[in-house]
Nanobody, 119 residues
Framework: QVQLVESGGGLVQPGGSLRLSCAASGSSFSAYHMSWYRQAPGTQRELVAVILSGGSTTYANSVKGRFTISRDNAKNTVYLQMNSLKPEDTAVYYC?????????????WGQGTQVTVSS
């Protein structure tokens, strides 16, 4: 069983930056594909960024060039550096981890951290 704990959310002005962290408990973190999702009020949860176990990354078009996902396997942590923040980035951000075990995927979610972009 893996637990994911996000931190780093808060209130920031438009154009500002935040770095979210997601710390994972347990072992074999390097085998996990990690992602960040977000959900604004009244909307569906959407994928923001993915970093695979091998290190390749993918981003939603809305955040390309502004957000960077990275991981530190030695610290069992994945990060989301968010720059040039816009009011439409306001949402609860969730960390997600997926790992395959005996040919079955297992998915884990964090509890979420609130990001509010407002002047």
């Amino acid at each position: 069983q893996v637990q994911l704990v996000e931190s780093g959310g808060g209130l920031v002005q438009p154009g500002g930056s935040l770095r979210l962290s997601c710390a994972a408990s347990g072992s074999s973190f390097s085998a996990y594909h990690m992602s960040w999702y977000r959900q604004a009020p009244g909307t569906q949860r959407e994928l923001v960024a993915v970093i695979l176990s091998g290190g390749s990354t993918t981003y939603a078009n809305s955040v390309k060039g502004r957000f960077t996902i990275s991981r530190d396997n030695a610290k069992n942590t994945v990060y989301l550096q968010m720059n040039s923040l816009k009011p439409e980035d306001t949402a609860v951000y969730y960390c997600n981890g997926v790992v395959e075990h005996l040919s079955r995927p297992y998915t884990y979610w964090g509890q979420g951290t609130q990001v509010t972009v407002s002047s």
